[in-house]
């Protein structure tokens, strides 16, 4: 149907992540990668694998374990004119970094009347599935989509990965891009080529369908895409809406989406108390969108317990593909 | 390095410098009183040496990160008066915009990136500031002052070790004025002075007098050229006294009058004018001319930020800096004067002359 | 009605919250607070003035300002066997402390396999009003909310006040104690003499109305309050209900009241976006509480911005009185 | 202080633990390599002496807090094996029951507060467990163990600054074994070594070759005497090697062969056992038998963690300690084997045996 095609390339989500940044840095001098074994190591998940050979120590800058000095210094390397982009190991490990983070970096811009900005990107690896256990597996996005200042970031796959970091570098504000850590390797798609940045604030919808509208965030989109599958085996179609950014978010997709389908299945890895996909059912509940719902919306999250160590526990804790069948077809059965 | 006093120039601009921020927080004390501003203050009356003669020791294309008790770091650097003023009565003129006030007060176009309202939080910023001069093949320096009181917080530890290790220019000034609001330094630290603390980051650290502005001056040119010089940073302690209470609320329940009364007699101004006479720099005349200017220039301040207009209400707006916005453009602080010399300098960084950088097109 | 009547005390906010302490102090040897400026200052907002000269510096104890090294303190305390109030000077500062609170705190019992607990609690004076701009103003209990492991308590009223704290400082779990800076002062009011605690997780209701309910958390209440009796003027009859805990969370009581009038308005002063008013939306629009509704839910809440320093702006980044009274107003008339 | 190689008491003793975790790891390696363990896996072999040297200055009622590098210092304090292996293979029987895995081993009971995920995260906690010793009037210490690399965290900073001025008894033990994770000490701070740091808090810093068992243990002895003195903190670091990657993802790119090669000449088990042969202390064959008697251990406790039951999946029943849960009951951590004893030395602090504190009723 285009008259043009992109051309794309097979990437997993990790290469598509280091191929924006490998791309940013060619293009701008500006931008550099600061964090904890980024360089010879290539990253705990290696994300920045062979880039210290590329670009040299200056620019893959490895640093000592020092969370809160990794974000200040992005912050005041930002505010000088650099475009830095820094990595905590873990998502987990910015508990040190909160304050530079939330008091410094998205408080800047407004609280000094707009004289100068903060272009910042923190990447996050986050999440459950790898059997770190509690303190290394944490989904915490609902934290950042809840400090005004901050952008934040959540791709489900290669693709969007790539073009949305491209957009959260040349972005003026601090972005939190929270990257899936099970999706680095197991996550694998067509990438077009090029620097072509996806805008922040612009829904995917990755499939449709009739029958109700799942709206899932990171991990959860490719999981809600293969129960969709199932369920169209039994007859149900689903619509999928991957919001892509949490903040700004694309409301009006979601809300267009469910006013469609009349049912609605909120998916998060997140515990469920206070996540992100609270704040979509309180739009959805506050809005006209209300009265073209046939059947109550239903949550999906992680329990709200940390994550445990045993594996069948673990994956216990979040939600998987059965569940999200299982829900769907109670959803549209209930009406 | 030269005397201060000894200089018509240099006396006058010292005096000037630390007789403006003593006015300028004089009256926005009395303002206070009076009801005019919200909020709290935190006043650095009595160690208006200190922000002066680290910030002498500056070039105009250097930056700072200050504290919530700002205003003289703010003042040194050449912030304007009026602007200022206008920020403490929340007007649209004001440096933020009437959304920051007093803790959050910045000059980016003179290379201030900030008063700050946590405790320590300006340290990590300078570090990445001193990075990214560095990294732009500049000898710019970024200075962070910080209190006595800061150097417990571990972004204080993680900060000065990363400026060490990778040799950043960045200058520390500990403006140690013996209490961190209620907490004496002596009870903060098992060492004698925190300039000590520079050991465990293998930095020089030297204390001074910091009500005499020539040795905070003498200190931080050394410290500045050491940075310059790629050498890394120092850890400058200076040592003064606050002669009001914390913030607002302060009963200075935990030190005595007499104490506060034999700082007093420690005037770090007056100590600077008699030195001045001493040398027969300056006569009482031609001080008491520099000291009325400064009040003159405080009334204007006050005039100018008392007509400033009320802020914009578009809060929701001010959030997020518009795509448009490339951080280069806003944030390449207080260029050079001449727009060759930094590059001069420089060219040896990675990133050479950043405001070329993707050749987008700049203002001058 | 009641059989016997406890003596009562009018004691404000700040007052109550001393009053708790002092007690707790008491009655049981264990318990000690510590924090920056407690001492000989009283705490920046006096709760803890005098208690110095009565309990000593072993107790009321002073601390660096190193707020990372204060709730790690105390949470190595709490595992020895001691019962410590740690205070943050302003909530603001718990950024410093996130990993000691959020990753340590609340995971120890869960993820050491119940082998020990973490009696701990944080008070964080939390907030907008007093002038002190972005980085002393902010409202994140949602943060704390979405923290499994962490229970978080709201007190809006100097005798909820107490009684919490008593129940906080006796519960075995890491308790986030949450005092809104400005009902220090200007919240009075008739306070229980005695130590009784009032549990955790069970609403107040302190007023009933057919016309729609009010959920309001913290400073709120009162605004509520005062909004509720300026409607009733206007005949219109609010119900307001006070979570008093955020977690554990009294969903009964809310969803029954939501029932019974069919309209609701929520009501806080964080930040809307991913506030914790939307998990209470949330849980109305998962429940067949849904179908009560006759108008959708109403929220009002913070901007989502930074707290700005101009005293009328700061006052309009946050729901007043009247704008309750306008939202229940047109949440009425609506349907 | 005695030498441990000496005394056949000690050198067994020594020899056993040091051992056991030897053993326990390599057994752990290769289950994991067999696919049999889940997650991931920081092991200490190589670093045994260190656990090993510093856990035998301790009482049984001290107690330490441990890093993700755990199973040497959870050993040494007098965990039991079987518990530590259903833990690793996630059973019910674990210490953790399951929920923590190889980061979180805690053995309550014997005073180990715990692994940690999180680099620096157990200092802080040691400071505070100090401050309730100190505070109950007893003379039990807190020892800390971390690595090198984690006194570039804050955490360290704040922490070792609190206990030095509240003269808490903590001993803060830096296992330096060259690297955090990939990264050099020598690129972490511009001291020689990590003692060093020590200068910045005014307490004693000692260095230990920390594959001298013997070393290790007396300078531990020493500053586990001067915190029970009341006289503050030490830091001690024990420069050692890790022979093993960092973790399982670890394809060491950042080391060369040789580098590891010659720490494995340098083995702290086989250095002590010479020592012990020189001394005549045990013979060859009664080394071997304390060897065996490890390896039959472990060979139990996999065997033990094998036929654990799997956990609980109440998750959501395990997040809050309910109400009955009195922290002290459970938190009382290793009650000196002399009930009296603790009381005898204590007494002095605000909170004189705590235990008794509101009078509850306790299990003996
Ligand atoms: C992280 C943080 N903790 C605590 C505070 C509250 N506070 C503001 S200033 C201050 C004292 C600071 O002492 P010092 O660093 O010596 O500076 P001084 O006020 O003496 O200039 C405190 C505790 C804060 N603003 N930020
Ligand atoms: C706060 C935090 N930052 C980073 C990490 C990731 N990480 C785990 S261990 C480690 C290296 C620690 O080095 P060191 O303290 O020397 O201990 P070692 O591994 O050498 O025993 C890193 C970076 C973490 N777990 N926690
Ligand atoms: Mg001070
Ligand atoms: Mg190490």
């Known amino acids: 149907m285009t008259a043009t095609k992109t051309p794309v390339e097979t990437l997993t989500f990790a290469e598509a992540v280091r191929a924006a940044l490998t791309e940013a840095m060619e293009a701008d001098e500006r931008v550099f990668v600061l964090g904890e074994d980024i360089g010879v190591y290539g990253g705990a998940f290696g994300v920045t694998s062979g880039m210290l050979d590329r670009f040299g120590a200056e620019r893959i800058r490895d640093t000592p374990i020092a969370e809160e000095a990794i974000v200040g210094a992005a912050v005041g390397a930002a505010l000088c004119g650099m475009r830095p982009v820094a990595e905590m190991q873990f998502s987990d490990f910015t508990a040190h970094a909160m304050d530079q983070l939330v008091n410094q970096a998205a408080k800047v811009w407004f609280m000094l009347g707009g004289a100068v900005s903060v272009p910042l990107v923190v990447r996050l690896p986050f999440g459950s599935g790898t059997g770190a256990a509690a303190q290394h597996s944490q989904s915490q996005e609902a934290w950042y989509a809840h400090t005004p200042g901050l952008k934040v970031v959540m791709p489900s796959n290669p693709a969007d990965a790539k073009g949305l970091l491209h957009a959260a570098i040349r972005d003026p504000n601090p972005v939190v891009f929270m990257e899936h850590k099970l999706l680095y390797r197991t996550a694998s798609g067509p990438v077009p080529t090029g620097t072509d940045p996806i805008p922040l604030g612009v829904a995917a919808v990755p499939r449709e369908g009739g029958d109700l509208t799942v709206v899932a965030t990171g991990i959860m989109v490719s999981r809600a895409l293969t129960a969709a599958e199932e369920l169209a085996g039994a007859g149900i179609e689903a619509t999928v809406v991957d919001p892509r950014t949490l903040k700004p978010l694309d409301e009006a997709t979601i809300l267009e989406r469910v006013r469609a389908t009349g049912r609605v299945l909120l998916v998060q890895e997140a515990p469920r108390s206070g996540g992100f996909t609270a704040e979509i059912a309180a739009r959805i509940s506050e809005s006209d969108t209300l009265y073209y719902l046939e059947a109550p919306v239903r949550r999906l999250s992680g329990l709200d317990a940390p994550i445990p160590y045993n594996p069948d526990l673990e994956k216990a804790s979040v939600p998987q593909v059965p569940d999200i069948v299982r829900a769907a077809r109670e959803l549209v059965e209930a009406g | ?364």
Chains 1, 3 share one sequence.
């Not at chain 2, 009437?98 to 990136?113: E, F, P, Q």
């Not at chain 2, 300078?126 to 970024?142: E, F, H, I, N």
């Not at chain 2, 990778?166 to 907490?183: A, R």
């Not at chain 2, 060492?191 to 905070?216: F, S």
Request: glycine share 12%; aromatic share 4%; with cysteine.
């Open chain 2, 1 to 364: 390095m030269g005397s201060l006093a000894g200089s018509a120039d240099d006396a006058r601009r010292v005096l000037a410098t630390m007789w403006t921020i003593r006015r300028f927080e004089e009256a926005v004390d009395e303002m206070f009183a009076r009801g005019l501003l919200y909020g709290t203050m935190h006043l650095s009356i009595g160690q208006e040496a200190s922000a002066t003669g680290a910030c002498l020791a500056l070039r105009d294309d250097d930056v700072i990160t200050s504290t919530h008790r700002g205003h003289g770091h703010c003042i040194a650097k050449g912030a304007d008066l009026g602007r200022m003023m206008a920020e403490l009565l929340a007007r649209d003129s004001g440096y933020c915009r009437g959304r920051g006030g007093s803790m959050h007060i910045a000059d980016v176009s003179k290379g201030n990136l900030g008063a700050n309202g946590i405790v320590a939080g300006g340290i990590p910023i300078a570090v990445g500031a001193g990075l990214a001069l560095k990294m732009q093949g500049t000898d710019r320096v970024a200075l962070s002052f910080f209190g006595d009181g800061a150097t417990s917080e571990g972004a204080f530890h993680e900060s000065v070790n990363l400026a060490a290790i990778w040799d950043l220019p960045v200058v520390f000034v500990c403006e140690n004025n013996h209490y961190g609001m209620s907490m004496s330094v002596d009870e903060v630290s098992r060492l004698e002075r925190v300039a000590d603390r520079a050991a465990g980051y293998g930095i020089p650290g030297v204390t001074v007098d910091g009500n005499d502005v020539q040795a905070v001056h003498d200190a931080a040119t050394e410290a500045v050229a050491t940075a310059r010089a790629g050498r890394g940073p120092t850890l400058i302690e200076a040592i003064t006294y606050r002669w009001k209470g914390h913030s607002k609320s302060d009963q200075n329940l935990y030190r005595t009058r007499e104490e506060i009364e034999s700082w007093r007699q420690r005037d770090p101004i007056d100590r600077f004018e008699q030195a001045v006479l001493e040398a027969r720099t300056l006569d009482e005349d031609e001080i008491r001319q520099v000291r009325d200017q400064a009040r003159d220039a405080v009334r204007d301040a006050v005039r100018t930020g008392q007509s400033g207009p009320p802020p914009s209400t578009d809060l929701l707006g001010a959030v997020y800096a518009p795509s448009e916005v490339d951080a280069l453009t806003v944030a390449s602080v207080a260029p050079p004067e001449d727009p060759g010399a930094a590059t001069a300098a420089g060219g040896s960084g990675p990133v050479a002359a950043a405001a070329g950088a993707r050749g987008e097109a700049e203002a001058p």
